[in-house]
């Protein structure tokens, strides 16, 4: 009984050596697993634009408009500058001057006036029926040509009509060389007069511009669009004192061209 109980130990003890050699000489089994990342979205940059309602800018060419010259003066001379608006009017400008006298009644039917620098607001006065204010400078003809005196506040346009105007007109600017409007405000009808319009122009390019004078075509059109009047107006500064050399000094600097000697 002992001897067969020492076989089974024997063959116990070479069946777990042998059970132990076998796991060690198996390689263990590499098992592949495939893991799917999701795609990484890397945002680098938001910008977000905010757009503030501005006046519509004149999409309109560079004007060339001849600077001011005096007859006995044979300096012929030009000055290119950019679209109207795109400028500011010179804070050193000289005044007009007030020695011109009248009512503002020039050819065709118009009559106008500008308002010195730095004056009020029109207000709701009809213009139609009490016509120019008392510190008014006002318009004249000079060589055929309706004239306005700037620099001014804001320069009044009253236009007579041989009929009833209405409302919903408006009046438009536009630049001689290629007839397109860069501004336009309301014509505003007379209560007093059903026959007479009238508008207050503001645009730095037509009450100060940095010229010493500019020509534009100004039309008065009715709500139905039809032109009731069209004309060229010319809106001048004073003539200036000429520099050393016969021209004219810079509109916006009042400098004028430097020594070389």
């Not at 070479?14 to 050699?21: E, N, P, T």
């Not at 000289?94 to 020039?106: F, I, L, P, V, Y």
């Not at 055929?144 to 209405?166: A, D, K």
């Amino acid at each position: 009984m002992l001897r067969v109980e020492n076989i089974i130990k024997t063959l116990l003890i070479i069946s777990g050596l042998f059970i132990l050699v076998s796991c060690s000489l198996i390689e263990p089994k590499v098992v592949e697993a495939t893991v799917l990342v999701p795609q990484t979205v890397v945002v680098t940059e938001i910008v977000e634009r905010v757009v503030t309602a501005t006046t519509s800018a004149a999409t309109i060419t560079p004007l060339t408009t001849p600077a001011a010259t005096q007859s006995t003066q044979t300096v012929s001379q030009s000055t290119t500058v950019t679209e109207p608006g795109a400028a500011t009017p010179s804070a050193f400008v000289s005044q007009a001057d007030t020695n011109r006298t009248g009512n503002g009644e020039m050819q065709n039917g118009l009559t106008g006036w500008c308002m010195p620098l730095d004056s009020a607001a029109p207000g709701d006065t009809d213009y139609g029926r009490y016509g120019m204010p008392t510190a008014g400078r006002p318009g004249f003809v000079e060589d055929g040509v309706n004239t306005m005196h700037i620099p001014g506040e804001y320069c009044t346009l009253v236009f007579e009509f041989s009929s009833q105007i209405g409302t919903g007109g408006k009046v438009e600017v536009k630049q001689i060389h290629n007839n397109l409007t860069f501004y336009e405000v309301e014509l505003v009808p007379s209560a007093s007069n059903p026959n007479v319009g009238y508008a207050h122009l503001y645009h730095n390019y037509i009450v100060n511009p940095p010229l010493w004078g500019v020509t534009y075509l100004i039309e008065a059109v009715d709500a139905n669009g039809t032109t009731r009047w069209s004309g060229e107006i010319a809106f001048q500064k004073t003539q200036p004192d000429l520099c050393w050399d016969g021209s004219t000094p810079d509109p916006v600097t009042l400098w004028c061209p430097k020594k070389d000697w």
